[in-house]
């Protein structure tokens, strides 16, 4: 047993049973518009709509009072087992009762486009499958009897307006929530009875007897008329995962699980109208326990490019990443040309953020924050991984698109002008601007792409102008931002580590045989790690503007572990690899970071950057193994 197995075996450190169950015991759920976590106990704990960034309707996650919607046996919290059916991201829970055995699947509906859709307009080209709007949660007795209950208690607006709810013309199986401007309709072959804010149902099956209870958001027809067709509809749906999962390309490897796992993650998260996708489901799920470093990752950075782009091409998902590169044409640029640092999943630039003081935040860890208010930060990385992810996604569809090439143009430009200013850094520190490494990285990264993009297109003295900044930028950096061991440094006032460096092996900054990478990947394995696990930097060195410590990232854990066996060390690449897919959730799924005290998850989740990093760190070893069989 390895040391994380046992901390994660040991009893929580803080002594007390929380009422808020924990962060990786969640089961997520998307239709590729919003999604929604479903605790243990069979309650949908978290379910934004119609969209990933708007208002919950239940938010139980951040406030046991606000919203939560149950459908399992009654007095029975713990299932026998939870799993997602193969390939899908369509929930299966197995209960046992005293009495009987329960199967309950639990899906937000993805099924065939019938028509524009008009809950939440798409400027993509359509597909052919579209959500319904509709959560399905349907049960079958396996054996004996088992009392089925059904409790749906939404509180709109993140807990502040309890849902009024009218039975519909008296039928006791359709039931119409309103608050707050926005209605949800449940439909339901348990009879319904309204209490108070809430509707509650309770039938007791027999063996091979079924039932379903259905909640809606969009356009009243969309409502199936029974309980056939919502059986029907998890069916349907079960298919679109699987269907879509046959078009990656997955090898067939010992890790084909977690990258399959990965691969519907992302697509989970996904917000299929306009082609973004969101950092993460969830907003102020916190990185310390208890603490303030609370955000809200409903949104798309722009860092993230690179990293998605390189992820769905190597799964051969070029649909999706060719959907997400007409999202970033489309953005609009700031006042001096250059791209935010994120956007709305819409689009939007304006993000302001502000604290729901009246929630008492998921096990005590307050302010709870909807909107970030780092979307107008200057961060200097971000002209890199535009580009860097244009040239990539330029090479596997072997042309520029015409619309995209301004942007290169204007992102290229911009970094050449701001590449000398400090800025806040790749994590958003909201202490003083430094010079960090990493973002003179990055723009190295953008003038280097670009040079590239420009002699793809032909044009020979752009390209040898870019090139010629990009090298003035890497000289900078050898000669500020190495240390006198010869590490590379956080930022030019400091020594300390910071694992943003590792993205130097990440894009090819240096040559993999350069003494200056292989000890700055040592340094970092070495000294920024809490057992064996990578941290971002050390807390008390970084003025982050933030107090308390934080977990271990599993970004960056899985960063070394590319960076290891990009230098050429494989094996320990492949221990660390193993010990983080030990610690994924349950279901397979990872946070932002991982606590390893006590075994936990932390931060926002499912976090995509988390999953991002372990496809191209699996595919980095895979390659390595691949060759050396030649």
């Known amino acids: 047993m390895t040391a994380v197995d ?114 939440t307009p798409h400027t993509r080209p359509p597909s052919d499958y579209d959500a319904a709007h509709l ?18 208690e939404p509180v709109f607006d993140y807990g502040r307006t309890p849902a009024t709810w009218s039975l519909a013309d008296g039928d006791c199986s359709a039931a119409v929530a309103e608050g707050a401007g926005r209605s949800l309709r449940m439909h339901s072959d348990l009879a319904l009875g309204i209490e108070g804010g809430r509707v509650r149902g309770q039938h007791v099956l027999r063996a091979g007897e079924s039932a379903y209870c259905l909640l809606s958001w969009g356009a009243s027809g969309n409502i199936p008329p029974d309980a056939e067709r919502a059986h029907a509809l998890v069916e349907e749906t079960t298919d679109y995962w699987r269907t879509w999962l046959a078009g990656a390309r997955v090898p067939d490897h010992r890790w084909r699980d977690p990258l399959q796992r990965s691969a519907l993650v992302i697509k989970g998260l996904t917000y299929m109208p306009t082609g973004a996708t969101v950092a993460a489901l969830t907003t102020s799920l916190p990185e310390t326990p208890g603490g303030e470093r609370n955000w809200d990752y409903r949104y798309t950075w722009m860092r993230d490019t690179t990293f998605t782009l390189k992820a769905l091409h190597w799964l051969n998902l070029n649909w999706e990443a060719d959907e997400f590169m007409q999202f970033v044409a489309d953005v609009e640029p700031t006042e001096d040309g250059s791209l935010q640092i994120m956007y709305g999943i819409d689009g939007r630039r304006d993000l302001p953020e502000s604290t729901r003081d009246d929630l008492s935040g998921y096990d005590g860890a307050r302010p709870v924050r909807v909107g970030n208010g780092a979307f107008d930060q200057r961060q200097n990385d971000v002209y890199g991984a535009v580009l860097a992810s244009i040239l990539l996604h330029t090479r596997h569809s072997r042309r520029l698109p015409r619309r995209l090439w301004p942007i290169v143009q204007s992102q290229a430009e911009c970094a050449a002008k701001v590449w000398q200013q400090p800025d806040q850094g790749i994590w ?60 590379l440094r956080q930022h030019y006032a400091t020594d300390s580590l910071d694992a943003s460096t590792l993205l130097a092996v990440l894009f090819g900054f240096l040559p993999m045989d350069d003494e200056r990478l ?32 934080e977990g271990t990232f599993l970004i960056c854990s899985f960063w070394l572990v590319s960076a290891l066996a990009a230098v050429g060390r494989t094996q320990h690449a492949r221990d660390l690899m193993e010990r983080l897919l030990a610690v994924a959730s349950p279901l397979g799924l990872y946070a932002e970071e991982f606590d390893t005290a006590n075994g936990r998850h932390l931060g926002n989740f499912p976090q995509a950057f988390s999953h991002l990093a372990l496809i191209e760190a699996a595919g980095r070893i895979i390659l390595a193994e691949l060759m050396q069989e030649i």
Not at 136 to 149: D, F, H, I, N, S
Not at 434 to 443: F, G, I, R, T, W
Not at 534 to 548: A, C, I, N, P
């Open 6 to 119: 046992t901390a994660a075996a040991a009893p929580p450190v803080t002594g007390a049973v929380s009422p808020f169950p924990p962060i990786a015991e969640y089961a997520f759920l998307s239709d590729c518009h919003t999604g929604a976590l479903v605790a243990a106990d069979g309650s949908v704990d978290w379910l934004c709509v119609p969209s990933f960034d708007s208002p919950s309707v239940f938010g139980a996650l951040l406030d046991r009072e606000a919203g939560t919607f149950r459908f399992a046996p009654y007095g029975i919290a713990h299932p026998t087992a939870r799993y997602y059916r193969p390939g899908t991201n369509v929930l299966e829970t197995t209960w046992r009762t005293p009495s009987g055995w329960l199967l309950v699947t639990d899906a937000l509906i993805v099924t065939g486009r019938t028509g524009a859709c008009e809950v």
């Open 135 to 152: 959560l399905v949660r349907t049960a079958r007795c396996l054996k004996g009897e088992v009392q089925l209950e059904v409790i749906c």
């Open 428 to 487: 958003e520190a909201r202490g003083e601007p430094q010079h960090y490494v990493s973002s003179k990285l990055m723009c190295w990264v953008a003038l280097d792409r670009a040079a590239t993009l420009a002699e793809i297109r032909g044009d020979g003295a752009q390209a040898a102008a870019w090139r010629d900044t990009a090298e003035q930028i890497r000289a900078d950096i050898l000669a500020h931002g190495v240390s006198e061991r010869g590490v």
């Open 518 to 549: 292989r000890k700055t990947v040592d340094a970092i394995a070495e000294e920024l790690t809490d057992n064996g696990f990578v941290l971002r930097y050390r807390t008390d060195e970084t003025d982050d503007g933030m107090s308390g410590k």
